[in-house]
């Protein structure tokens, strides 16, 4: 996926950040738990389950194969079957190690009238690699979670939309070639060579002047045991809507998952959101408290079907849910 990276600087200027965020954060708790109400519907894990399976069953999503195409027509029908209108990114990219690819970006808008907007977004492309195991490491790898799990609570909160039609501008973006960076090992680290969709995407937005309120990323939001604390560049650039989206999980009962422990900074999809399109954005990833990495099936053959959980899903897309209707 991406490297972490912690540097001295970002520590001395976030640290006021950091203690204020996580401080607000309990005292809202205080002041709202006993009168939160919960707007949003409920989120349907068995429904986002099956969109996660059916990404899975093309094989892995890896660009330039029968399995990255199918998929791609898969998800852009699916928005499309639940009302989002959609438009295709098509450029030509050159990844870190010179193999040319046409990138396929899917952005579906909900309410694409309104000027009030939220993005969200997850990469639906798959490892190439398996950089991370100790066997068939040239090999691609499912990407149940890292890809498909986010895909797949979008693709139920797309449904949700259908549904319950709320007032607000929702921007869902499905991004290409995020997963296809320099390998562990490799004696070498290029931070640009990840997340290629979305930086083309930044820079070539689908709409001229594109602008949201803020964004939300996805990224292995399924796995047995997952827990999310606060990610480094998100705190940097998107403080307020870490408060705003950790006091929704805290609100639903999920403080127990959505951590207040501080990680260092990533190199994800949202890092391009903030930088370039000047989005506040932030990123919803799995990651061990204790120790900073990922799970321990990050770029792994593990990555597959058996390791997710119906109720992180369900956790996760609840919290984005009553996010947006908050």
């Known amino acids: 996926m991406r490297f972490i990276y912690n540097k001295l600087f970002f520590f001395v200027i976030a640290l006021t950040t950091i203690f204020s965020s996580c401080s607000n954060i309990e005292n809202k708790k205080q002041d709202k738990e006993i009168n939160f109400v919960q707007k949003s519907p409920a989120f349907n894990e068995d429904s986002c389950f099956s969109f996660l399976q059916k990404q899975v069953s093309f094989g892995p999503r890896v660009p330039g194969t029968e399995a990255h195409k199918k998929c791609g027509d898969y998800l852009s029908g699916q928005l499309k079957k639940y009302g989002l209108e959609i438009q295709i990114q098509n450029a030509p990219v050159t990844t870190y190690n010179n193999k040319k690819f046409n990138l396929y970006n899917i952005i579906g808008s909900y309410k694409p009238q309104l000027k009030d907007r939220v993005l969200l977004l997850a990469h639906w492309d798959s490892r190439p690699i398996a950089d991370e195991d100790t066997k068939d490491t040239d090999k691609p790898i499912d990407g149940a979670d890292d890809g498909a799990s986010g895909v797949a609570v979008l693709l139920e909160v797309a449904r949700q939309l259908q549904l319950k039609k709320p007032e607000i501008g929702i921007d869902i973006f499905f991004s290409d070639l995020e997963d296809y960076g320099t390998p562990n090992g490799s004696g070498e680290s290029l931070p640009d060579s990840w997340c290629l ?49 950790w006091q929704n999980a805290a609100n639903l009962g999920y403080s127990n998952y959505f951590v207040s422990a501080q990680m260092g900074r990533t190199t994800d999809d949202h890092l391009y959101v903030n930088e370039i399109a000047k989005i506040p954005c932030i990123d919803i990833v799995h990651m061990n408290p204790n120790t900073g990495t990922y799970g321990d099936h990050h770029h792994k053959h593990s990555d597959n079907i058996e390791i997710i959980d119906k109720g992180i899903l369900k956790m996760v897309g609840q919290v984005v849910l009553e996010t947006i209707w908050q």
């Open 197 to 245: 969709g979305t930086q083309h995407w930044a820079k070539n937005p689908h709409v001229a002047g594109y602008s949201a309120n803020y964004g939300i990323l996805l990224d292995m939001v399924g796995a047995k045991g997952a827990v999310f604390p606060i990610e480094g560049t998100s705190l940097l650039y998107a403080p307020t809507i870490i408060d705003k989206v």
